[in-house]
């Protein structure tokens, strides 16, 4: 049933002064306090009937306010937890109300809290409902104030009580539950080590006191389970729920180090009776143990007071027994006053005199330490008989003889005498003087980098205790200046006389360079050049990496976005390669500064950034987080002495859970991102459904072109050029022309962009060429062309930028050199200065095979003089908006004097003048007066096959 919230107002104070009535502290929620401890000021009040009925603390208004709430459960009348908030800010805040599970200081001894769920529902009298969030040991509710609003929350409680109550700022919570997780797992890691180590311990000696101190080991790593929110999950049930877990696992302690005890002092030795006693007592914790399933409280009460008796009498006892000269006693005496100590600090604890955050930890490191101990000892007891050998040394220095001829430095650990002794050289390699590396190898240890610590020191322990194998592994030692080597470490244990390990050998490999080389191939493989960002192949192995875990049970489902930045193609050419390097470089940074660490951001080439948005995953979140991206790359970027704007088209797709692949999830956000650019660009457009429709069409066109390519679909045709002095043709130019067979003529600003983007363009370009060379070859061959007969082709920029395009060339005029004069290529300004170094060379290389250049579009783009004599152009062509002369335009007084600007610099550099897109008689009229030679377009016909342009040479250079 779900909380049923009636607010009502109180009209008049006397009307609320007629109402019983709770007294609020109201707590002001502090901006720069990560926690805030509540349980003080929050009031915990029976239910009346299944309701409690409260007068809220006074708002910013002053008011008070009636509410009334319902429990969740119907026939119920639960306890319920009063509390006030205030945001005292001009901001919303954002904080975690946190009620643990189980707090071992303040539990108490007797009928101890074992702990449970504290908060079924929380209700906040004004404002966004709190968001139950998860966690392990605690239940965690996510609060959101107003400014300046006072908020009064109601908490439905679990349980009859509340022991304590937090305010947490979110990320320092984080941080505090984060902040011990290293902690637990070095615990459990020693714990779990320590017994497994000793159960094989009895699988191997077979000694009765290994089985017994094995016992208490894993009791003692059931309860860290437990107290550590691992066993719940583990059994499917929550962390709220585990108290007669808890309880059986302090009994279990209890018992284990009754036996532990018993066995170790050979207690049955001394009297009969004390066998039927142990027996006894045996039965009373079995039954104990199974007593905390139903009384969790009462059987650790018991349990916690065995352990209390337990040390006391176990004190006296063995002191006395030590007294006598008993060995065994003796040996067990540090570790017994150390397990005094223990006791005495975990009733401070748990009777509240010792409450810190570190206090339950501490305990429980202090259970490790005391099972670390009662190992140490009865490993001791165990082998104090036995008698080590050193071994044969001459064998030792005959193997150290051969592995310093490998040219790798020694490492040798006597683990007896606690030393270890490395070659001389690596200590000169480490900038060290001699002998600085030899000694105890925890001094050793210090040097070897933190990360690899406990890896090396695993690694050791292993060999000792299976006493077989051999490690190799990289370890990085710090060197004299405080940088770190990296080394491989390849050792194995030397068993003694009694089949022990008594020493560790082995060499040290300085493989820095070759680590650090392997690092930057590894990192250059997956990582853009320029801005240092994923590439687009770790992108997608990123974001199939979160789509996977997306599947999962409350897996976070990824957004995708697809950042493209609007005509950067035109700031390129503005502002130069080099400068526009250094934009996207910025860009990178300021999406980078909006993103968490859960998140990536990548360069997938060009001018498109991706993004994989796992930090959040309400639709608002991630449109804002859009949105703060593209008001981010909207803001001037600095570029010298002046402002540089740009905008971004941005596509959002969210993963919906369907059985999809990475690179469909990319194609979505991009399908998003070519809407966004379509309707204008500077906007955030989502992903539709409808737009896999128009992927599936170009898909379709995709496979259409490339079957066209296959099957002869495609042809050029010839639009000629004319001497408009003579009336004579000079030349043509060689237009791609597309003949579906469904659909019929292809117009060219359809086919020409799909080629681009499949990357079909150099198959494209390269037909052309062919058939361009081939129709001009035939002419040639019936009739006698003139030498300054040419047929030009246009150059796409992704030709251009080929190193192939050069083979192409050599080998298409290499069988007719003759036939080289006759070809032309064309490109645009835009083309050349992508890339000028590399156009540079191939333009010069094309002129040297023969080939014609034609500077085509000149003036519509970032113009320079420069281009004529940096490039080895023979002719420029005069872009149609400059020879369609019309009022309409609004620039006709000035096309004049460009054109006879341009016609005289190209008549001064030897280059010829080719006048695009003339359509009337007026046009070649005002050309032949300003002295333009050449010109082409509608005026003289349109593009017709080779055949067709071939009867007109034919007529004209033959007579027929």
């Given amino acids: 049933m779900r909380h049923i919230l009636h607010f009502a107002m109180c009209i008049a104070f006397a ?54 709430v319902l429990a969740s459960e119907g ?26 599970f189980f707090r071992l200081p303040g539990s108490g001894v007797f009928r101890p809290d074992l702990g449970a769920e504290r908060i079924k529902f929380l209700t906040p009298s004004a404002g966004l409902r709190p968001t139950r969030l998860t966690d392990r040991e605690a239940d965690v509710f996510e609060v959101v104030i107003d400014p300046g609003a006072t908020v009064t929350f109601v908490a439905e409680l679990a349980s009859d009580t509340l022991p304590e109550l937090y305010l947490w700022r979110p990320d320092a919570y984080r ?153 065994r006693a003796v040996l067990l005496v540090p570790t017994w006053i150390i397990y005094i100590a223990w006791l005495f600090y975990a009733w401070m604890v748990v009777t509240g005199q010792v409450s810190n955050d570190v206090a339950q930890p501490a305990v429980a490191g202090g259970l490790v330490l005391i099972v670390m101990l009662l190992g140490f000892t009865s490993v001791q007891h165990a082998f104090s008989e036995g008698q080590v050998s050193i071994g044969t040394l001459s064998e030792v220095e005959r193997r150290a003889l051969a592995l310093t001829g490998s040219g790798d430095f020694v490492f040798d650990w006597n683990i007896e005498r606690d030393r270890v002794a490395v070659s001389d050289e690596l200590g000169t390699r480490l900038g060290e003087r001699r002998g600085a590396l030899r000694g105890s190898i925890k001094r050793w240890l210090d040097r070897v980098h933190a990360e690899d610590r406990d890896r090396f020191r695993t690694a050791f322990d292993t060999l000792v205790e299976l006493r077989r194998g051999k490690v190799s592994a990289d370890v990085r030692l710090t060197a004299h200046d405080g940088t770190y080597r990296t080394f491989r470490m390849r050792v ?89 390097d250094s934009v996207l470089l910025a860009i990178s940074r300021r999406i980078a500064r909006i993103m968490r660490p859960l998140d990536t951001v990548a360069r997938l080439g060009g001018d498109q950034f991706g993004v994989i948005l796992a930090s959040e995953q309400a639709a608002g979140k991630i449109a804002e987080t859009a949105e703060q991206i593209r008001k981010a790359l909207k803001s001037p970027f600095n570029f010298g002495d002046r402002d540089l704007s740009l905008t971004a088209s941005i596509g959002v797709t969210i993963f919906d859970g369907n059985p999809v692949a990475a690179p469909e999830v990319l194609r979505d956000a991009e399908l998003a991102m070519y809407y966004a650019k379509r309707l204008g660009g500077d906007r955030i457009e989502a992903f539709r459904a409808s737009a896999r429709s128009i992927a599936a069409y170009s898909k379709a066109s995709e496979e259409d072109l490339d079957r066209g390519l296959r099957q002869g679909e495609l042809a050029v045709q010839f639009q000629p050029i004319m001497d ?37 363009m150099e198959r494209l370009g390269r037909l052309a060429f062919e058939q361009a060379a081939g129709q001009a070859r035939e002419w040639a061959s019936q009739f006698a062309l003139p030498d300054e007969f040419f047929v030009s082709v246009n150059l796409s920029p992704t030709q251009l930028a080929t190193e192939t395009l050069l083979n192409d060339m050599r080998a298409l005029v290499s069988d007719n050199r003759q036939l080289a004069r006759h070809l032309k290529l064309e490109v645009t300004e835009s083309q050349v200065m992508s890339n000028p170094e590399h156009s540079a060379y191939v333009l010069h290389a094309l002129r040297a095979l023969g080939l014609g250049l034609a500077l085509d579009d000149f003036g519509t783009g970032n113009s320079s003089l420069s281009y004529l004599h940096r490039f080895p152009f023979d002719t420029i062509k005069i872009p149609a908006p400059f020879v369609q002369l019309s009022d309409e335009s609004g620039i006709s007084h000035t096309q ?34 300003l002295n333009c030679q050449y010109a082409q377009g509608f005026a003289f016909g349109a593009a017709m096959s080779g055949p067709e342009l071939g009867k007109r040479l034919a007529s004209q250079f033959t007579g027929r």
């Fill in 15 to 68: 009307l609320a002064g007629t109402l019983s009535a709770h007294a609020f502290d109201v707590i002001t929620a502090p901006e720069n306090v990560n926690a805030v401890n509540m349980t003080g000021v929050v009031d915990v009040v029976p239910g009346e009937d299944g309701k409690v009925q409260l007068s809220t603390a006074p708002g910013e208004d002053g008011i008070i306010r009636r509410i009334e």
């Fill in 75 to 100: 026939g119920t009348n639960p306890n319920w937890a009063l509390f006030a908030l205030r945001n005292d800010s001009d901001v919303q805040i954002e904080r975690l109300v946190v009620a643990p």
């Fill in 175 to 327: 941080d505090y539950v984060n902040s011990f997780t290293l902690f637990r797992g070095v615990v459990l890691g020693v714990a779990a080590l320590a017994a497994v180590f000793l159960t094989i311990m009895f699988v191997v000696k077979g000694r009765g006191i290994f089985p017994a101190t094995a016992a208490f080991s894993w009791a003692v790593l059931t309860y860290l389970l437990t107290d550590f929110g691992v066993l719940g999950p583990l059994l499917g049930i929550s962390n709220g729920a585990v108290q007669p877990f808890r309880a059986a696992a302090e009994a279990g302690i209890a018992t284990t180090l009754f036996g532990f005890l018993f066995i170790y002092l050979n207690l049955h030795r001394w009297h009969l009776r004390f066998i039927h006693l142990a027996l006894a007592l045996l039965v009373v914790f079995l039954m104990l143990f199974g007593f905390a399933f139903f009384q969790p409280s009462i059987a650790a009460t018991v349990a916690r007071l065995v352990l209390a008796l337990l040390g006391l009498t176990g004190f006296f006892l063995i002191l006395l027994l030590a007294l006598r000269g008993y060995d």
């Fill in 492 to 580: 194995k244990p030397v068993l003694g006389g009694d089949g022990q390990v008594n020493r560790i050998v082995g060499t040290l490999q300085d493989v820095t360079e070759d680590r650090a080389s392997r690092q930057r191939l590894l990192h250059d493989a997956v990582h853009d050049s320029l801005t240092g960002l994923p590439n687009k192949q770790l992108f997608l192995d990123r974001l199939e990496r979160s789509l996977v875990r997306s599947r999962q049970p409350n897996g976070h489902k990824p957004a995708v976005f697809l950042i493209d930045i609007d005509r950067f193609m035109e700031l390129e050419e503005r502002v130069g390669h080099s400068a526009a």
């Fill in 724 to 760: 408009i002095h003579s009336g004579t043709i000079a030349g043509c130019e060689a237009l791609m022309r597309w003949n579906h067979p469904q659909r019929g003529l292809v117009p060219p600003e359809e086919f020409v962009p799909l080629a681009e983007r499949s990357g079909m």
């Fill in 896 to 929: 004049v004097p460009i054109i006879r600007s341009i016609v005289t610099l190209a008549s001064e550099l030897d280059m010829s003048v080719v006048a695009e897109g003339v359509e009337t008689i007026d046009e070649v009229e005002r050309l032949q007066q």
